[in-house]
Each structure stands twice: as structure tokens, then as C-alpha cells.
């Protein structure tokens, strides 16, 4: 019986809670293959959402994971659950809110439950830590004996045989680390009882194997002792074990198999950019927040990179091609503008603002939010020691500036950047009428960084296959000497092409009709929705005689079904946001 156990604190903040919940709930986890379902004490489908909500002020929640041994012998895993928190409210003396999903997607069924953080009085639930570390493993094995009957002693030793050559940590491994004395194991005594007989035997069958392992070390005959290492070791590797099945179940839902020396697991932010097709996002740690993503590189390679908060996630669909990588390094704009306006070691607000109003003409200029924004940025390098602020009209700014602001920037930045370049899979972009990620691939020339393997491969044959597309189209030329020859502004082209009748579709029911942007327009009307095209990510702004569609940016996410401005410039938009955002940011 494996029982995992966790303490999370103020879940309910920052949509942790709610991220926890749905990632649990993700597809491909029940026993048919598709969505978790969500199960409470009486309920068989419970509502997620209003269980967030009893518990959005809670100061903690518990989050189990209960793993039976024979779970595939569990005729009903829900029922089994059931019975297992109502032995614990008994045990606690009060009646728990709790939810939970059962999972079969690994050889090994499991169910996640999430407790609130408050008993049925409304007070603050405490729960003692050895009832947390062995008090629920214990009802959940007593659960299992009564429904499938003890364990054999052939079973019992079948499953110690199963565990002897295992790169985990094991119950084997447990029993050695409680019998050490004063340093060392002692296995010289022979027992005569059977049962000893073959406990010592797989003992000494493991020793060997963590001997070979560099974790064991045998004194004198009989005689052991073990690395302090062995724990933590045995843990990391039964990680990777555990990670490179998931990376291979991914693979086999897209029908393939590879070689693992072909398996990429990043510890931390890449210190290039990946860039590849998203083919599975999973919690390493089931009971934590933390987002871990499966990238099939264009490189060749299938990557695993952890560290990813769930919201930044959410709109980031399984198979969008996607880069991943370190943050990019240097000074931001805003750090550049300020040193550029710093006089004898001081940047002074006032004359920033002077030179703003100079230089920002046209509709919507803005100067004082852009001179606040400065402001605000100077405000959160003083709490870093990096500036002083000796008035609100003037800032002592250090020579290396630039360079301290962005080293600072790196020393926060914990997790690595996402960006999604086409949310169209491969086929969906050979036939697109837009501007694809592929087109751009196509007309960029470079591919150095295209491996002919794996999904390297089935790149260099889509692009091949658009080459093709365009061609017949009228986009492309294939000359005489074999060279393509593309047309001129060709992602202008098809991107204006793409926008005209996705626009001309929507106007079918829409009250007014459409118009297509032009370079240097301002527009101005309300932020109606957001349109995926192969092009890219664009806004509905709408006004009382007509809509358009303009490139979306994120910073007008908050603005949905609000009044919104910007400057067309290109196949770009300039968005005017006023005093509550600065535009050089």
C-alpha cells in the first residue's frame, strides 16, 4: 500500500486550488481512457467549482494519493475510497469535504483525494502527522485485506522478488535502513524459521544490487553498511524512472516508440530554446501545482522540462507547436530608455515627461503613463538596491544599471518562457490559406537547427509538402535550377488573405459588417473575443457601424468587452492602453 500525503498552504490563493483540480481531472486518466471524473462521499459526479469555493479562504488543504498494491484486483476503486474517508472522519471525530478522481493511466491504479482545510464545525482542520504519515496507510491496507483477503506468503514474497533489482526505493530498502545499528547491518545470523529464511535472502539479494550501485558496501562477510546516499538516490532514479514512462506513454499515444538515449530531461530552464510539437503536460508531483511539459524537438529529441505554473498553461493545447527556453536575456527596453535619459547619474521624471511629450505624437499618445511606467519600474529596482530614490523628481542611477537590472531579472526569473507558434498541427498548416509557422520556417532558409529524426523529420517532409502547396497556388516559383522563388511579402500576403475571409465569415452573424485594418488607422471600439487563425492570435474590436480583426497581444487580456485603441503598423498594432499601462514596457 503506497500512501503520499501533503500540507499545501493558502491553496486556494493564486488559482493553485483550481489548477491542482483540473490537472488531476485531465484527460486520458480514467479507466477507458478519457476525462477523470470527480467523486465525492455522496455525489458521483461532484461540482470542482463549488468545492473551490467552500474552500477559497481555508489557510491549508490535504492532498492524498492512495495507491493499493492489488488496485487492479479492486472491483470498485470509488467504493474503496469512500470506505477509506469515513474510517478516517470517524478516526478525526469529524465529518470531512473532500473530493477526489481515480486514475488508471499508469500499471498502477490510484485515486488523488483533495480534504479541505476545515472540519464540519467550521473550525481549522488539524490532522497529527503520524496519522498522516501512517495512520491512513494503515486503514487503507485493512480496507484492501477485507475485500481481497491477507496476502499469501507466495504473494508476499513474489512482490519482494519483483523489488530486489529495482532502481527505486523499496520496501526492501526501508526494512535494511530500520535495522541498522551503530552504522552497520548484521546478516550474519542464519534464522531457521521459513519465513526469515526468505526475508533474509532478499536482503541480501538487494545488497548485491545496491553494492553494484555504489549504495552498499560489505564490511565483512555478513556485515553491511549502507550510504547515507541511498535514500535520496533511490528517490531521484525512481523520478526518472517514472518520468521516462510518462514520456513514452506520450509517445505511443501518437503511435510511435523510440530509443530513450533520445530522451532529454532538463533539471531546470534549458539553457537553449526547444522547439517542438507539445505532446503531453503532466504533475511530476502529483500532489503539488507544478506543470511539467513533453516536447517532441525539432532536434530530434523528446524533452521534459518541469517548473511551469498551471495558468500560463492554460490556452497552450496538446499538439501547438511551441518554444521553450531561458528568458531572454539583457536589458529590458524600459531599463534602455531610462539610462538613455539619465544626467550626471540622475534620472529626473519631470524631464523624461518633457522629452515624451516631444517626441510621442498621434492619436492616443499617452506620455505621462509611459514617464509613470518608467516610474514603476525605477520603484521595484529600489527595493532590489539597485537605484536610490531621492525624490519624486530624482533617481541616483548607477553606471552598470543596465547590467544590474538584468542580472537581477535572471535571479528572479525561476521558470522557463513559453510561446506558442502555431496552435495548427502540421497537417492543418500545409493547407492553411494563412501566413504558418511552416511559411515561416520555409521562407527563413535556416534549418541548422532541424535534426532528420524523429519529429525533425516529419518537419522537413510538411515543409516539403507546403513548399508544394504553395507553388500550386501561385505563391511560390520553382525555377529552372531547382531554387523556389516566394513571393514578395508573402507572410503579408497570406496573412492579409486569411484575415479578409475569416472577417467576410464572421460578418454572417455579426450585426455590423467587416473592414479590413490599414497600415497607420487607428482603431477604436470595443475588445469583443479573441480569433485563432493560422496567422496567429487576433482581437474582434467592434464599433457601432463595423468590426475588424487586428493582432491580439496580451496586454489587452483584461480588457475584454472594454473600449480599446490602437495604431495599425504593418501586419502589427501599437494598442493605446492610457495612464493605467506605460507603452515602452
Known amino acids: ?181 551503530e552504522g552497520l547491518l548484521d546478516l550474519r545470523h542464519a534464522p531457521t524459521d521459513r519465513r526469515d529464511i526468505a526475508d533474509r535472502a532478499s536482503r541480501l539479494g538487494r545488497l548485491k544490487k545496491l553494492g553494484r550501485m555504489g549504495l552498499a558496501t560489505e564490511q565483512a562477510p555478513g556485515i553491511w553498511s549502507l550510504s547515507n546516499r541511498l535514500e535520496p538516490t533511490l528517490r531521484q532514479l525512481g523520478e526518472r524512472g517514472d518520468i521516462i514512462a510518462t514520456m513514452q506513454r506520450a509517445l505511443r499515444v501518437e503511435g510511435e516508440d523510440r530509443d530513450p538515449a533520445s530522451f532529454r530531461i532538463h533539471d531546470g530552464v534549458p539553457s537553449s530554446s526547444i522547439i517542438g510539437r507539445l505532446l503531453g503536460k503532466h504533475l511530476p508531483d502529483e500532489l503539488g501545482d507544478s506543470v511539467a511539459l513533453i516536447v517532441d524537438g525539432i532536434d530530434g529529441r523528446l524533452h521534459h522540462v518541469a517548473g511551469f505554473d498551471p495558468a500560463h498553461l492554460e490556452e497552450v493545447a496538446i499538439g501547438a507547436i511551441i518554444e521553450v527556453g531561458p528568458r531572454e536575456a539583457g536589458p529590458r527596453p524600459a531599463d534602455r530608455t531610462i ?88 497537417e492543418a498548416q500545409i493547407s492553411a490559406d494563412g501566413a504558418t509557422w511552416l511559411d515561416r520556417r520555409l521562407i527563413g532558409r535556416n534549418t541548422s537547427d532541424l535534426v532528420p529524426s524523429g519529429f525533425g523529420q516529419v518537419v522537413d517532409r510538411a515543409m516539403e509538402h507546403r513548399r508544394e502547396r504553395l507553388i500550386a497556388q501561385g505563391d511560390a516559383l520553382r525555377r529552372s535550377d531547382g531554387q523556389i522563388a516566394y513571393r514578395r511579402n508573402l507572410l503579408a500576403t497570406l496573412e492579409t488573405r486569411e484575415v479578409a475571409r475569416v472577417g467576410s465569415e464572421l460578418a454572417f452573424e455579426r450585426p455590423v459588417s467587416f473592414r479590413a485594418s490599414v497600415d497607420g488607422e487607428t482603431v477604436q471600439g470595443t475588445f469583443r473575443r479573441t480569433v485563432s487563425l493560422a496567422s496567429g492570435r487576433y482581437a474582434l474590436v467592434e464599433n457601432a457601424r463595423e468590426f475588424t480583426l487586428v493582432p491580439w497581444r496580451p496586454v489587452i487580456d483584461d480588457r475584454l468587452g472594454r473600449e480599446v485603441m490602437g495604431i495599425v503598423q504593418g501586419t502589427s498594432i501599437s494598442w493605446q492602453l492610457g495612464k493605467t499601462r506605460g507603452l515602452g514596457i
Open 1 to 181: 500500500m503506497v500512501v503520499k500525503a501533503r500540507f499545501v498552504r493558502a491553496a486556494g490563493q493564486g488559482g493553485r486550488a483550481a489548477a491542482h483540480l483540473r490537472y488531476v481531472q485531465r484527460d486520458g486518466t480514467s479507466r477507458d481512457g478519457e476525462r477523470g471524473q470527480l467523486y465525492a462521499a455522496s455525489e458521483d459526479r461532484a461540482d470542482g467549482d463549488a468545492f473551490l469555493a467552500r474552500g477559497q479562504d481555508d489557510r491549508h488543504q490535504f492532498r492524498f494519493i492512495v495507491a493499493p498494491e492489488d488496485g487492479v484486483a479492486l472491483d470498485d476503486l470509488t467504493g474503496f475510497t469512500r470506505d477509506l474517508m469515513a474510517e478516517v472522519e470517524k478516526d478525526l471525530g469529524t465529518r470531512l469535504d473532500w473530493v477526489a478522481v481515480n486514475h488508471f493511466n499508469t500499471g498502477h491504479p490510484h485515486v488523488h483525494v483533495v480534504v479541505s482545510g476545515r472540519d464540519e464545525r467550521g473550525e481549522e482542520l488539524v490532522i497529527n502527522g503520524d496519522y498522516i504519515a501512517h495512520g491512513v496507510r494503515e486503514r487503507a491496507s485493512e480496507l484492501v485485506t477485507l475485500e481481497l483477503g491477507p496476502v499469501s506468503e507466495l504473494e508476499r514474497q513474489q512482490k519482494l522478488t519483483v523489488e530486489l533489482d529495482q532502481d527505486r526505493f523499496t520496501r526492501i530498502d526501508r526494512a535494511l535502513i530500520e535495522e541498522v545499528r
Open 339 to 426: 539610462a538613455a535619459s539619465v544626467e550626471g547619474g540622475i534620472y529626473r521624471p519631470s524631464r523624461h515627461l518633457e522629452q515624451a511629450r516631444f517626441e510621442r505624437h498621434g492619436p492616443g499618445a499617452d506620455p505621462e503613463g509611459f514617464v509613470e511606467a518608467h516610474v514603476r519600474r525605477l520603484e521595484a529596482l529600489r527595493r532590489a538596491g539597485i537605484v536610490e530614490r531621492i525624490d519624486a523628481d530624482h533617481w541616483r542611477i548607477p553606471q552598470d544599471f543596465e547590467s544590474r537590472a538584468a542580472a537581477d531579472d535572471a535571479a528572479r526569473s525561476r521558470q522557463a518562457t513559453i510561446r506558442t507558434l502555431s496552435t495548427l498541427d502540421l
